[in-house]
């Protein structure tokens, strides 16, 4: 994995690749404190596709920015490959990278190929092996014919694309996907996550840390989810283990018209959680509820509050129900 | 090669929007117009054109003073840039590539595209009988010790930008206004008042400007600068500009330290 001109020095294969412990992080303005991050405390083993599953606001792009070394964390002790984030940053950047959705970043006078190219330069990657990875995936993720198009001119999805090609041209050993998939068309989105698939496939020692808020995207891709809310980890298991955790409740979808206030069920018996959406007129509702008895006290509120339902539905039970559980709210 | 890779990058951020030609005219005509409308204003107020030391000085002072002012200028808005408008400085900072080498390339590549209008000022100089008198030797180690007082100051300026937004330009024109002021380089330092005077002589473009002339015309005009050898000038520089370099070094490597405990590298500010 050596390249020339890049100093990748590697410590002992049994650290794990990522290890935080009592993380905390606090901004501090003129006018308010606020605490990113709480006693976070997380270990993300190698070869692992590890997700950070939380709301806008929930701290998942502030872990991401210490494990980067981007920011320095209030207290605790983060490592990446056993390194300290906070004192081995020459260490630990060549080993990493990272992708953010929903920005657009690149210089957009230069050509897709420049500004690849150039990247690939600050990484020390001699310039005929940097050509032959980008030109490989330029053609893996469908942009081969764009390599000279402007940045500037790309969709949003095809500057992601370049994104990621810009961040996996390194072959880095951990790369950590912020909402990569964030505003993307459901093709490019499964593209994407079709290829972070196989280019963990390809070596077990590669490492991503994905914070989404997609749950089925988390539930797709990732071995172990940790639920991150107000900066704090609430569960953390496997997709399996965590919806195992609302396997009693009972989970509704309902569909209510003309839309009504619901705040009510807050104080409803045997509510566990809802999540409410507008949908075009209509009320979207998903409730989380304890027991069979709660269900009908829910659809008894619903009439009384001058609401009809146009749909009912039980399902299985997601990893939204499960946010439902732990936090009273919904992850959107 | 990372270094190179920041210099082509310069030049490209610089020179991508339109043809090479248009833009090697864009980039002499520019602070060549600048420095010509500074002798429309100077024939204005004096009456007459040709002779006297005070046009030599205020020529030459002001053709190379371009240098500091366009390498400052765009220096002071690579952070900005980078950061919001491109949106690229967290990937180039979590790069294996020093930031600080970085920001050393795009300021190299920028001194170096000033180099071409100055060539043309110096050139037009023989149409104003500007009495030359060039010592190839020192003027090279006066432009090596310019870029390292210019580099120093991009790493001042370039701490203050990590840790503000969107004042790149107005910084970096501060900044170069304080050298154009009190460094002797289109008035002698002489006229200026007793206390800014002695502050000039702790400022490294002081210096550099009295090599520049030594090493051009060939001698020193201002009075005070007269009362030093050129190789006491030079070792002056030298030693300022060391002191310069690890302050300007040492605030930036806070200013980075700061940033990166404040969570700023990534900002984007719609102010």
Redesign the interface.
């Given at each position: 994995m050596t390249q020339k001109?890049?100093?990748r020095v590697l410590p002992s294969q049994r650290v794990d690749a990522i290890a935080c412990e009592h993380v905390d992080?606090i901004?501090e303005s003129k006018n308010r404190t606020v605490q990113a991050l709480n006693d976070v405390t997380i270990t993300v083993k190698k070869g692992e596709l590890f997700g950070l599953l939380g709301p806008n606001g929930a701290g998942k792009t502030?872990l991401i920015?210490i494990l980067?070394?981007?920011?320095?964390p209030t207290s605790g002790k983060a490592h990446v490959y056993g390194y300290d984030v906070t004192r081995d940053e020459?260490k630990i950047?060549?080993i990493?990278?990272?992708v953010?959705g929903g920005?657009?970043?690149?210089?957009?006078?230069?050509t897709v190929r420049?500004n690849l190219w150039?990247?690939s330069?600050?990484?020390?990657i001699p310039g005929k092996e940097a050509n032959q990875r980008i030109k490989t995936l330029m053609e893996r993720l469908g942009i081969a014919n764009m390599g000279d198009r402007k940045i500037r001119t790309l969709s949003t999805g095809e500057r992601q694309r370049v994104s990621i090609i810009?961040a996996f041209m390194t072959e880095p050993q951990v790369v950590f996907l912020d909402e990569p998939t964030l505003g993307l068309d459901v093709e490019t989105a499964r593209l994407i996550r079709r290829f972070i698939q196989e280019w963990l496939e390809k070596d077990s020692e590669r490492t991503v840390l994905l914070t989404t808020h997609y749950m089925m995207e988390a539930d797709e891709l990732c071995s172990r989810i940790a639920i991150i809310n107000e900066g704090k980890i609430v569960a953390l298991d496997t997709p399996s283990g965590l919806k195992n955790m609302v396997k009693k409740e009972i989970s509704l979808n309902i569909e209510i018209f003309p839309e009504i206030k619901v705040d009510w069920l807050n104080n409803l018996d045997g509510v566990i959680g809802f999540n409410s959406k507008d949908a075009g007129g209509n009320l979207s509702l998903r409730v989380v509820v304890e027991h069979d008895a709660a269900v009908g006290e829910v659809l008894a509120g619903i009439n009384q509050h001058g609401g009809k339902i146009s749909y009912l539905n039980k399902e299985e039970p997601t990893l939204e129900d499960v946010f439902l559980k732990l936090t009273g709210r919904g992850l959107e | 090669m990372a270094v190179r890779s920041s210099m082509w990058l310069e030049y490209q951020i610089e020179a991508n929007w339109t043809s090479p030609v248009i833009f090697i005219l864009y980039n002499t005509l520019k602070p060549v117009g600048g420095s010509l409308l500074l002798l429309a204003m100077y024939y204005v107020v004096t009456g007459g054109f040709l002779g006297g030391e005070s046009l030599y000085f205020l020529y030459i002072g002001n053709a190379f003073y371009m240098l500091v002012a366009q390498t400052l200028f765009n220096v002071g808005w690579i952070i900005h840039d980078d950061r919001e408008h491109y949106q690229t400085m967290k990937y180039i900072y979590i790069s294996p590539l020093s930031y600080f080498m970085y920001l050393m390339g795009r300021s190299a590549m920028r001194f170096l595209l000033s180099l071409l209008p100055l060539s043309v000022l110096i050139f037009l100089g023989v149409f104003l009988k500007i009495p030359y008198h060039i010592e190839v030797l020192l003027l090279l180690g006066t432009f090596f010790l310019g870029w390292i007082f210019v580099i120093s100051s991009g790493l001042l300026l370039s701490g203050i930008n990590m840790l503000t937004a969107r004042h790149g330009n107005s910084v970096g024109q501060a900044f170069s206004g304080i050298f154009y002021l009190f460094s002797g380089v289109v008035f002698p330092i002489n006229v200026l008042p007793g206390w800014a005077s002695k502050a000039a002589l702790g400022m490294p473009s002081t210096y550099w400007f009295s090599l520049v002339r030594r090493s051009v015309l060939g001698k020193e005009v201002d009075s005070i600068m007269s009362g030093f050898t050129t190789g006491e000038v030079a070792v002056r520089l030298i030693i300022i500009s060391v002191l310069f370099f690890v302050i300007s070094y040492l605030t930036f490597r806070l200013a980075d330290y700061l940033a990166r405990k404040k969570g700023i590298l990534d900002m984007t500010t719609t102010y």
């Open positions: 001109g890049l100093r992080r901004f502030t920015k980067t070394t981007l920011l320095l020459n950047r060549p990493i990278n990272m953010s920005e657009y970043s690149g210089y957009g006078l230069l420049e150039m990247f330069q600050f990484y020390g810009r | -």
